[in-house]
């Protein structure tokens, strides 16, 4: 663990994190103002946010993988995978309409997410453990909504801001994973009817179950296992796609099926 910041600023951090989600006002990254700040750093900021977040109410309801693709990496100048924290608070049901009036600037990704059946934890998890411990994957959306102005951070920053994690729907079909070969799944991304995004599963480095097992990897390191019945978004196949009131959005899986949103 290489922490640089003290006790208080990961309070201060958290906090002005936790505000900039409330009221939609864009910050300066974090980094700006601790130029030294550690990935480590980031993760102690994620999860004091974390447990504000459970102080006030707030009902876990999973676990985000974030920049497990090249179309990501690029896109956000990030090259190392991260993960995020997924509250019930922030989930929506298929096809409703989300509402953009509290976010900064919103964007969509298209996801595999993983339902499991058994705890997976320990800093070792392989991709092997996590398909033996999946009980079913659906496709879905991530609305991400980067507190930083511009979407524009390094990945301390945007670890701190919890992945840009706001939103989530599930949907399409629930498949078992030994029925799928889940690294070849073709994905098309549309807008407003137009196709915007073309994939296959295997963006997500190289299979999804991957991912899934690089959370369970960071979680170990925070002294977190992923229990049994974990919800689990195992990052954007495609580069996300910014979108506003009036926009359609729908993501067409091989096998998986369709998830969609409306905005408002
Ligand atoms: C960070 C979150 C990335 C994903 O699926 O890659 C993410 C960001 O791009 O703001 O959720
Ligand atoms: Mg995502």
């Known amino acids: 663990m290489t922490l640089t910041l003290s006790p208080e600023d990961v309070q201060r951090l958290?906090?002005?994190?936790?505000?900039?989600?409330?009221?939609?006002?864009?910050?300066?990254?974090?980094?700006?103002?601790?130029?030294?700040?550690?990935?480590?750093?980031?993760?102690?900021?994620?999860?004091?946010?974390?447990r504000r977040w459970l102080a006030?109410?707030?009902?876990?309801?999973?676990?985000?993988?974030?920049?497990?693709?090249?179309?990501?990496?690029?896109?956000?100048?990030?090259?190392?995978?991260?993960?995020?924290?997924?509250m019930s608070e922030m989930a929506r049901p298929e096809q409703a309409a989300i509402e953009t009036a509290g976010l900064?600037?919103?964007?969509?990704?298209?996801?595999?997410?993983?339902?499991?059946?058994?705890?997976?934890?320990?800093?070792?998890?392989?991709?092997?453990?996590v398909l033996e411990a999946?009980?079913?994957v659906v496709p879905a959306l991530e609305v991400i909504d980067s507190r930083y102005a511009n979407f524009r951070f390094d990945l301390p920053s945007v670890v701190a801001d919890n992945g840009s994690a706001a939103r989530y729907v599930a949907g399409?079909?629930?498949?078992?994973?030994?029925?799928?070969?889940?690294?070849?799944?073709?994905?098309?991304?549309?807008?407003?009817?137009?196709?915007?995004?073309?994939?296959?599963?295997?963006?997500?480095?190289?299979?999804?179950?991957?991912?899934?097992?690089?959370l369970v990897?960071?979680?170990?390191?925070?002294?977190?296992?992923?229990?049994?019945?974990?919800?689990?978004l195992s990052g954007a196949i495609t580069e996300a796609v910014a979108v506003q009131p009036g926009d359609c959005i729908a993501a067409r899986f091989q096998e998986l099926g369709s998830v969609g949103a409306r905005f408002v």
């Open 104 to 129: 900064l600037h919103p964007r969509v990704e298209c996801e595999v997410a993983f339902v499991t059946r058994r705890e997976l934890a320990g800093p070792d998890c392989s991709l092997q453990a």
């Open 56 to 86: 006030r109410g707030g009902r876990p309801s999973g676990w985000k993988a974030g920049l497990t693709s090249r179309a990501k990496m690029r896109q956000m100048g990030v090259d190392v995978p991260s993960i995020g924290f997924l």
């Open 172 to 214: 399409g079909r629930p498949r078992a994973v030994d029925e799928l070969d889940l690294a070849t799944l073709g994905v098309v991304l549309e807008k407003n009817g137009e196709i915007v995004a073309t994939a296959a599963t295997a963006a997500v480095l190289g299979h999804p179950a991957e991912a899934v097992a690089m």
């Open 217 to 232: 990897r960071v979680l170990a390191g925070l002294g977190e296992r992923l229990p049994a019945g974990s919800f689990v």
């Open 14 to 50: 958290a906090l002005r994190v936790e505000t900039a989600q409330r009221e939609a006002v864009a910050l300066d990254k974090l980094s700006d103002e601790f130029p030294g700040m550690t990935l480590d750093d980031g993760y102690a900021v994620q999860l004091e946010l974390r």
């Open 134 to 136: 999946t009980d079913f």
